[in-house]
T-cell receptor, first 114, second 111 residues
Framework: DGGITQSPKYLFRKEGQNVTLSCEQN?????MYWYRQDPGQGLRLIYY???????QKGDIAEGYSVSREKKESFPLTVTSAQKNPTAFYLC?????????????FGSGTRLTVV | KQEVTQIPAALSVPEGENLVLNCSFT??????LQWFRQDPGKGLTSLLL?????REQTSGRLNASLDKSSGRSTLYIAASQPGDSATYLC??????????FGSGTRLLVRP
């Protein structure tokens, strides 16, 4: 079945540590996105990529980094510069022209700082 | 900058009641508006998508309307069921194909 796989489901980070969240899709989608969700809030865009080897900052990119070396993969690194990383992280993908829909979301990774 | 607001933030209703969730947005230059459902600790499931040229979309007991000129959308849920309990998120697609989300309405349907 086609879909998006995020791993791990739960992740714990120590202060000052970098961690990487995985996002893999087999939908042959061109575009991929990373969102952050805090309790009781909507989703805020961290980074997005519309083509391999290219990505753009979203609204809250500080303290995060991404890469897009393969069409299927869009990993997110939460660096030590992100001072409040505890949140629920969602990855999504879509076709290049998503105006008619086609956004697919992963099941999320919950990151906690310990 | 596009901002999306959802009212109410939370709603509790008895089973069988018809209900309306509201969404407003500040910039009418959108490609579409989408309603999503999110269960606790899960990802998002797409419910309905309305193109900017359309006025409404229906799927089963769900009906979504769009008034682009006034920057408003409503999600109507008929004959609510306990299984409808979830958070409902509204999102608009801006001119660069990014989705801008509201903060959601948390719905509880009591048996």
């Amino acid at each position: 079945d086609g879909g998006i796989t995020q791993s791990p489901k739960y992740l714990f980070r120590k202060e000052g540590q970098n961690v990487t969240l995985s996002c893999e899709q087999n939908l042959n989608h061109d575009a991929m996105y990373w969102y952050r969700q805090d309790p009781g809030q909507g989703l805020r865009l961290i980074y997005y990529s519309q083509i391999v080897n290219d990505f753009q900052k979203g609204d809250i990119a500080e303290g995060y980094s991404v890469s897009r070396e393969k069409k299927e993969s869009f990993p997110l690194t939460v660096t030590s510069a992100q001072k409040n990383p505890t949140a629920f992280y969602l990855c999504a993908s879509s076709i290049a022209d998503a105006t008619y829909g086609g956004y697919t979301f992963g099941s999320g990774t919950r990151l906690t700082v310990v | 900058k596009q901002e999306v607001t959802q009212i109410p933030a939370a709603l509790s209703v008895p089973e069988g009641e018809n209900l309306v969730l509201n969404c407003s947005f500040t910039d009418s230059a959108i490609y579409n508006l989408q309603w999503f459902r999110q269960d606790p600790g899960k990802g998002l499931t797409s419910l309905l998508l309305i193109q900017s040229s359309q006025r409404e979309q229906t799927s089963g007991r769900l009906n979504a309307s769009l008034d682009k000129s006034s920057g408003r959308s409503t999600l109507y849920i008929a004959a609510s069921q306990p299984g409808d309990s979830a958070t409902y998120l509204c999102a608009v697609m801006d001119s660069s194909y990014k989705l801008i989300f509201g903060s959601g309405t948390r719905l509880l349907v009591r048996p």
